[in-house]
C-alpha cells in the first residue's frame, strides 16, 4: 500500500514562504549543528513528490539536495526536458495526486514525501496524507503562502509527537484519522 507524507516548516502565522516565495526567513535559522529530523523521516521514503514552486526553488540551491527520485506535479513543466545535470533524477507530470499516486504504486513505491504547499493542500483534499511532520519557526511573516488552503470538510488530525529545540523551533507530528 503506498502513503503520503509530509515534512515541512511554517512561520508561527502559517506561511511556508513570503509571497513572492522567499523563504530566507527560514534559511536564517537554519543550523548545522541542529537535526530537525529529516534524515529520520526521509530514511523509509522511496521518492519525493513536489510541485513546481518548490522545484524552482531548489533549483536556486547550490547544489541539488536530493538522493531519492523526485517527481515534480506541474501543467507547464510536464513534456518539457529534464535539465541535464537532473536527467535519472527528476521528471515531471501534469497527472492529478490521485493518478500520481496510483501511477506510483504500479511501480513498487510505497512511501512518498510529499513537498510544496500547494501539493498539500491537493494531497489532504484528496485524502492522500498519512501524516504530516510540521516544524514550527519562531517568527511572525505577516503574510505569504499558506500551508493550508481550503479543505471540503474538517480533517481530524492525532497529535503523534511534539518537541523543541534549542533554537526555538516546534516540530510536531500528526497522524490524520480522516
Do not use: C
Not at 510544496?116 to 510540521?134: H, K, N, Y
Request: charged share 20%; net charge negative.
Amino acid at each position: 500500500m503506498i502513503s503520503a507524507h509530509v515534512f515541512i516548516a511554517t512561520s508561527l502565522d502559517g506561511y511556508i514562504a513570503r509571497p513572492d516565495g522567499d523563504i530566507g526567513w527560514l534559511l536564517q535559522r537554519d543550523d548545522p549543528t541542529e537535526d530537525h529530523g529529516y534524515a529520520d523521516f526521509i530514511a523509509d521514503k522511496d521518492m519525493i513528490v513536489m510541485g513546481r514552486g518548490s522545484y524552482e526553488k531548489v533549483l536556486t540551491f547550490d547544489a541539488w539536495p536530493y538522493d531519492r527520485p523526485v517527481l515534480v506535479l506541474s501543467q507547464q513543466l510536464a513534456g518539457t526536458p529534464v535539465p541535464q545535470a537532473l536527467k535519472g533524477k527528476v521528471r515531471f507530470t501534469n497527472n492529478t495526486p490521485t493518478g500520481v499516486m496510483a501511477e506510483l504504486a504500479k511501480e513498487n513505491v510505497r512511501r512518498v514525501y510529499v513537498d510544496g504547499g500547494r501539493l498539500v493542500q491537493s494531497f489532504l483534499r484528496d485524502g492522500l496524507v498519512t501524516d504530516m511532520v510540521i516544524t514550527t519557526v519562531p517568527v511572525l511573516i505577516g503574510s505569504g503562502r499558506p500551508l493550508f488552503g481550503a479543505l471540503p470538510r474538517d480533517i481530524d488530525l492525532q497529535l503523534v509527537s511534539s518537541r523543541s529545540f534549542p533554537s526555538g523551533l516546534v516540530q510536531s507530528t500528526y497522524r490524520l484519522l480522516s
